[in-house]
């Protein structure tokens, strides 16, 4: 094997191409063979060192795998020294944990580490941060906040959030919200927009009044086919003229009874940087159709063509593209509804490293899929050539994640990767990368995976 330059870990980091050549690579090219699902001798001991400890299951490390110890999950602790940024940086903001992890200042984009989410119910300060714009507009008195429902309706309604409270039933639940993006670090070549691992997601308890209710009584006329969402907040540019977020749905999602105006958040009011004071949930769908700062429902004869809408804004290949394609969008792409079949390790980081001798791991986590439920959740410890099913939870309501957990064992001490995989009611799967790539990089869903050390 070749001299490196640079450690195995840091060439993962900056080029894993290179990485996976210097390791397996020549070392199959100078043995004159062709080296498949195989590690050893100095490409062995080179990832052995890297990941910290012996590779259990070795020969069954896929080829062009970068091991999940390379990567930087969580951001360094508040104590660090201030030096150049480099890699993750926490957030720091009013009312939210400094655990997560800031991806964009402007606008303001911050992700939850896996192992944050572990609750059943996300709490406030650990619900990730997604803006398009500006953050909007606070406002003194929350009560008189006007919403506006017009277009395909027989009476436009003028509504403010006391009216909102007061004249509707309002319903409590626990809905996830998740952004479109979630997953997005997964594609390669790497895709446009904010390089989300797994974290662009909440389970949280929202309070509102059901949107199909506001447009009964706004009563919707048979012409009625999308909705059209606005909020208020303004374009990064300041130009007044333009929307930083325009986006809606079909009348079907609209009028499904957990779709909400929603006006607290795990019992309290929503805090600004979330919506307040009132914002829509569209549970299971891309969370910009779950705009903030809600001013205006505009009921359409047509598909909305707002900010956000059309192109490859949020919309994903009807038909394989080749990865890294300058498209436009106009042929063979849909809107993205649904969001796909997703797992995730809740109780243990990547990168936790267990006593010697540990040989059994209670663990647990969350699945969720969009519109429909989660039928399953297996877990490997041997590079997928095995997978043992996880015990599943109840449901508080639809659009509620599954939580899951279950044990696993480890046959010896050294490095392990814990894969998670779930299915969901038709039946898919999430598959072992990243498929279906877009250049805006949406739907990404590949197995969760995290490094355990023993020893």
Same mark, same amino acid.
């Given at each position: 094997m070749?001299?490196l330059?640079?450690?195995?870990?840091?060439?993962?980091?900056?080029?894993?191409?290179?990485?996976?050549?210097?390791?397996?690579?020549?070392?199959?090219?100078?043995?004159?063979?062709?080296?498949?699902?195989?590690?050893?001798?100095?490409g062995?001991?080179?990832?052995?060192?890297? @990941?910290? =400890?012996?590779?259990?299951?070795?020969?069954?490390?896929?080829?062009?795998?970068?091991?999940?110890?390379?990567?930087?999950?969580?951001?360094? %602790?508040?104590?660090?020294?201030?030096a150049?940024?480099?890699?993750?940086? %926490?957030?720091?903001?009013?009312?939210?944990?400094?655990?997560?992890?800031?991806?964009?200042?402007?606008?303001?984009v911050?992700?939850t580490? $896996?192992?944050?989410?572990?609750?059943?119910?996300?709490?406030?300060?650990?619900?990730?941060?997604?803006?398009?714009?500006?953050?909007g507009?606070?406002?003194?008195?929350?009560?008189?906040h006007?919403?506006?429902?017009d277009?395909? @309706?027989?009476?436009?309604?003028?509504?403010?959030?006391g009216?909102?409270?007061?004249?509707f039933?309002? !319903?409590?639940y626990r809905?996830?919200?998740?952004?479109g993006?979630?997953?997005?670090?997964?594609?390669?070549?790497?895709?446009?927009?904010?390089?989300?691992g797994?974290?662009?997601?909440?389970?949280? $308890?929202?309070? =509102?009044?059901?949107?199909?209710? !506001?447009l009964?009584?706004?009563?919707v006329?048979?012409?009625a @086919?999308?909705?059209?969402?606005?909020?208020? *907040?303004p374009?990064?540019?300041?130009?007044a003229?333009?929307?930083?977020?325009?986006?809606?749905? %079909?009348?079907?999602?609209?009028?499904?009874?957990?779709?909400?105006? +929603?006006?607290a958040?795990?019992?309290?009011?929503?805090?600004?940087?979330?919506?307040?004071?009132?914002?829509?949930?569209?549970?299971? /769908?891309?969370?910009?159709?779950?705009?903030?700062?809600?001013?205006r429902? /505009?009921v359409?004869?047509k598909?909305?063509?707002?900010?956000?809408?059309?192109?490859?804004?949020?919309?994903?290949p009807?038909?394989?593209?080749?990865?890294?394609?300058?498209?436009?969008?106009?042929?063979?792409?849909?809107?993205?509804?649904?969001m796909?079949?997703r797992?995730?390790?809740?109780?243990?980081?990547?990168?936790?490293?267990? +006593?010697?001798?540990?040989?059994?791991?209670?663990i647990?986590?969350a699945?969720?899929?969009?519109?429909?439920?989660?039928?399953?959740? *297996?877990?490997?410890v041997?590079?997928?050539?095995?997978w043992?099913?996880?015990?599943?939870s109840?449901l508080?309501?639809?659009?509620?994640?599954?939580?899951?957990?279950?044990?696993?064992?480890?046959?010896?001490?050294?490095?392990?990767?814990?894969?998670?995989?779930?299915?969901?009611?038709?039946?898919r799967?999430?598959?072992h @990368?990243?498929?279906?790539?877009?250049?805006?990089?949406?739907?990404?869903?590949?197995f969760?995976?995290?490094?355990?050390?023993?020893?």
């Amino acid at each position: 094997m070749t001299k490196l330059e640079r450690s195995v870990g840091e060439l993962y980091r900056d080029d894993p191409a290179r990485a996976e050549a210097e390791i397996f690579g020549r070392r199959a090219e100078g043995r004159g063979a062709s080296r498949r699902g195989f590690l050893g001798g100095a490409g062995l001991a080179a990832m052995t060192a890297a @990941v910290g =400890g012996t590779i259990v299951y070795s020969e069954l490390l896929p080829e062009g795998l970068i091991p999940a110890a390379m990567a930087q999950t969580a951001p360094p %602790p508040p104590a660090a020294p201030a030096a150049a940024p480099s890699g993750p940086q %926490p957030l720091t903001y009013p009312g939210k944990s400094n655990g997560l992890i800031l991806l964009q200042d402007r606008p303001l984009v911050a992700e939850t580490p $896996e192992h944050l989410l572990d609750d059943a119910t996300t709490p406030t300060d650990k619900f990730f941060v997604r803006n398009n714009g500006q953050i909007g507009p606070e406002t003194a008195n929350p009560d008189a906040h006007v919403v506006v429902i017009d277009g395909e @309706v027989n009476t436009p309604l003028r509504l403010t959030v006391g009216e909102l409270k007061s004249r509707f039933r309002a !319903v409590t639940y626990r809905l996830q919200l998740e952004c479109g993006g979630n997953g997005r670090a997964a594609f390669s070549p790497q895709a446009r927009g904010n390089q989300w691992g797994n974290g662009a997601i909440g389970c949280a $308890e929202w309070t =509102g009044v059901p949107l199909r209710d !506001v447009l009964k009584a706004a009563g919707v006329k048979p012409s009625a @086919v999308h909705t059209g969402y606005f909020g208020a *907040d303004p374009h990064l540019s300041g130009d007044a003229s333009r929307q930083s977020i325009s986006r809606g749905t %079909p009348m079907a999602k609209a009028m499904d009874r957990h779709t909400l105006v +929603a006006f607290a958040m795990n019992g309290q009011p929503i805090p600004h940087i979330h919506g307040d004071p009132v914002r829509i949930i569209t549970p299971g /769908w891309p969370g910009s159709t779950s705009p903030k700062w809600l001013t205006r429902v /505009w009921v359409r004869d047509k598909v909305h063509d707002g900010a956000g809408m059309g192109g490859t804004s949020y919309r994903i290949p009807t038909v394989p593209i080749v990865p890294g394609s300058n498209v436009d969008g106009r042929e063979n792409f849909a809107d993205m509804h649904s969001m796909p079949v997703r797992s995730i390790l809740t109780s243990h980081a990547n990168g936790t490293k267990l +006593a010697k001798g540990t040989r059994r791991l209670d663990i647990r986590g969350a699945a969720w899929a969009g519109d429909l439920d989660v039928r399953r959740v *297996d877990v490997s410890v041997d590079f997928g050539q095995t997978w043992r099913p996880m015990r599943m939870s109840e449901l508080r309501n639809r659009y509620d994640w599954r939580r899951w957990s279950g044990t696993i064992e480890f046959p010896t001490d050294g490095y392990y990767e814990v894969w998670t995989r779930a299915q969901d009611r038709s039946g898919r799967y999430q598959p072992h @990368v990243a498929a279906n790539w877009n250049p805006q990089g949406y739907g990404a869903n590949p197995f969760h995976r995290i490094a355990v050390l023993i020893g």
